[in-house]
């Protein structure tokens, strides 16, 4: 069995272009359809103050706090050019006690937007007004210390929350593109490796093979190892690539991410192993397995979330779907901040469907003497 395996394991070094082409495939589609929330999801926006002091007060520092909001300071006329030319939805000029928002388009963040920076304005003139009913110019230099530290270091801490129904959902479009993408990528890889037990049994490799002291069980699992650990391989790179190189933080869980998705690249390796044993020869194969992934992928969720889909019967479809739980698992450990305990159904699904298709599979090759 090991020396199978390292016999697999050099001919991928030899000729590892299935792995590099579909490993980069997945990072580039990821990349592209998730590049707009990538790094982050703060909004754009151009901000002009007629008076220098502004940006450097109390409303400048509270602007600058903000994370879901690119402030970038520029001239007015700078700011209009971005507005005109479409580069920014909407900018801000500020004036003394007041302020402008400049709108290019019909945008649903120009009421946040404006909120915040009115909410900037309030803690300017609560400030002031505090100053302003001190006597002395000592005390009002002292208060002001004393403002500014305990703005910075409240005596209360709060955290905010809120409740969402049944019906609702946390989308990241970055994360979504790029788990969906990896998971349907995989297919491709796993499968191809899967697919040398069909042709060495029809070219009588293996009954050679047999001849020899190696049994028939470890042939079939070092070709399974191997499989998996190709495809695992493969979910590995693209997450340190995303991880590593484009600043995605997976909301902390980036190991979790990996050892969670163990079960899925096991099912992906099952359901190869499926359709290697119903089809007869390679170019079936071949045309099978897009018809399989694609349609996988689509009814599975890795191309847009399954919440918004409304046909009854596409969800019922997708309960049979290993990327359906895939995703389930990559996005409950991420975006909601499961624990293991919560995502152990749809781990125990995966487990299950890979035991099944792989018995179901390996049958099917004894049975038809492939």
Do not use: C
Request: net charge neutral; glycine share 6%; no cysteine.
């Amino acid at each position: 069995m090991i020396g199978i395996l390292l016999a697999r394991l050099k001919l991928f070094v030899r000729n590892p272009w299935t792995f590099l082409i579909f490993t980069g495939m997945s990072i580039f589609f990821a990349f592209i359809i998730g590049s707009s929330e990538m790094g982050g999801s703060s909004i754009y926006v151009p901000i002009h103050s007629e008076n220098e002091t502004i940006r450097d007060s109390i409303i400048g520092k509270e602007l600058a706090k903000e994370e879901a909001y690119s402030f970038s300071w520029m001239s007015e006329k700078a700011l209009k050019d971005k507005i005109e030319s479409g580069k920014a939805e909407l900018g801000i000029i500020l004036h003394e006690n007041t302020f402008e928002v400049l709108v290019g388009v019909d945008s649903p963040n120009k009421g946040l937007v404006q909120q915040t920076v009115q909410a900037a304005y309030t803690k300017k003139l609560q400030q002031e007004q505090l100053i302003d009913n001190i006597s002395t110019r000592s005390d009002k230099d002292k208060i002001v210390e004393e403002f500014t530290n305990l703005r910075h270091s409240p005596v209360f801490k709060m955290k905010t929350s809120s409740f969402q129904n049944e019906d609702s959902f946390v989308y990241d479009n970055s994360l979504h593109s790029l788990f969906g993408f990896t998971l349907f990528f995989v297919i491709y890889t796993i499968a191809y490796n899967v697919l040398p037990i069909l042709t060495e049994k029809q070219d009588g490799v293996w009954d050679r093979i047999i001849l020899s002291p190696v049994k028939k069980w470890e042939m079939y699992v070092a070709n399974l190892i191997y499989s998996f650990l190709t495809g695992y391989l493969q979910v590995v790179v693209i997450f340190l690539t995303f991880r590593f190189l484009m600043g995605v933080n997976f909301y902390g869980r980036f190991i979790e991410s990996l050892l969670l998705l163990i079960p899925y690249v096991f099912s992906i390796v099952s359901l190869s192993i499926l359709i290697t044993a119903v089809v007869k020869k390679a170019q079936q194969f071949n045309a099978v397995l897009p018809i399989v992934s694609v349609s996988m992928a689509m009814i599975g969720g890795a191309y847009w979330p399954l919440e918004i889909v409304s046909s009854k019967v596409l969800l019922t479809l997708s309960k049979i779907n290993p990327i359906k739980y895939g995703m389930e698992i990559l996005n409950g450990a991420t975006v909601y901040g499961y624990s293991f305990h919560e995502l152990l159904f749809p781990i125990s699904v995966l487990v299950l469907m890979g035991v099944i298709m792989m018995g179901i599979g390996i049958h099917l090759m004894e049975s038809r003497h492939v």
